[in-house]
């Protein structure tokens, strides 16, 4: 099993950036597809971006390509998410996640979740 913490959210003009954490404990961080999630209220959580176990690739969502960037740091067991050129609808809570197996951008993959931290982007 692996357990997953985020941080780094907060309150963020539009415009601006954060960078989010995910740090991980317990099984190999290597062994599990990373990936970040979001939930903005009263919608489905949607994927973001992910690091796949299988290929060391990185996917993300169109609503996000071009602004987001997932990492992660393999000493540290730490995953990350830089996220620039936020907008309002970046507004939601983020999660990270891992998978064993499965599509790697269907939230149903993932058997582990953290907490969730809160991005709140205002105009």
């Known amino acids: 099993q692996v357990q997953l913490v985020e941080s780094g959210g907060g309150l963020v003009q539009a415009g601006g950036s954060l960078r989010l954490s995910c740090a991980a404990s317990g099984r190999n961080f290597n062994y599990y597809t990373m990936a970040w999630f979001r939930q903005a209220p009263g919608k489905e959580r949607e994927f973001v971006a992910t690091?796949?176990?299988?290929?060391?690739?990185?996917y993300y969502a169109n609503s996000v390509k071009g602004r987001f960037t997932i990492s992660k740091d393999i000493a540290k067991n730490t995953m990350y998410l830089q996220m620039n050129s936020l907008k309002s609808e970046d507004t939601a809570v983020y999660y990270c996640?891992?998978?064993?197996?499965?599509?790697?951008?269907?939230?149903?993959?993932?058997?582990?979740w953290g907490q969730g931290t809160q991005v709140t982007v205002f105009s």
């Open positions: 690091i796949s176990r299988w290929d060391g690739g990185s």
């Open positions: 996640a891992a998978a064993e197996f499965g599509n790697i951008r269907a939230r149903n993959s993932y058997n582990y």
